[in-house]
């Protein structure tokens, strides 16, 4: 079950830090049984979602709306209209919308076709698929995550 953010109007900004619900600190990474917790828990940030700052959650993510700052979630699924300017700290990534002037920490890695990524990305696995377009560096590293700065 996806629980969805409300928005009061249409492309409202969300400033600061938007959401913050039973994350770990900033340079702590959730433990595997934290993982496994937040495994069952999803949210949706819907296309009406703009938001200016960090998000820091222990849930999987769908975003369809806009990030110009950092997200850290144990999963990141980025939708076709969904857009990231920024870092993005996650166990799993899979973006079919855009990455832009940013760096992404994920162990795996999955670009879809019709996505844009221009970013720093390092990765343990990492999947292009064919019709992605990557523009940047890629590292490949047995722990991405460990190489976050603060």
Not at 23 to 51: C, T, Y
Not at 68 to 90: M, N, P, Y
Not at 114 to 130: K, M, P, R, T, W
Request: charged residues 25%.
């Amino acid at each position: 079950m996806l629980d969805r953010v409300p928005a009061v109007a249409r492309r409202r900004r969300v400033r600061k830090s938007a959401v913050m619900a039973e994350s770990p600190a900033r340079n702590q990474h959730p433990s595997p049984s934290a993982e496994a917790a937040g495994a069952g828990r999803s949210l949706l940030l819907g296309s009406e979602v703009d938001v200016a700052g960090s998000i820091y959650i222990d849930a999987r993510v769908r975003l369809e709306g806009t990030i110009d700052g950092e997200i850290r979630c144990t999963e990141l699924e980025i939708a076709r209209q969904g857009r990231v300017r920024g870092g993005i700290v996650a166990e799993r990534v899979v973006i079919y919308g855009t990455v832009a002037e940013g760096s992404i920490y994920a162990n795996v890695l999955v670009l879809k076709p019709g996505c844009s990524v221009e970013a720093e990305i390092f990765h343990e696995h990492l999947q292009l698929d064919q019709g992605s377009y990557f523009d940047g560096k890629s590292r490949r590293v047995n722990d991405p995550t460990a190489l976050v700065p603060d």
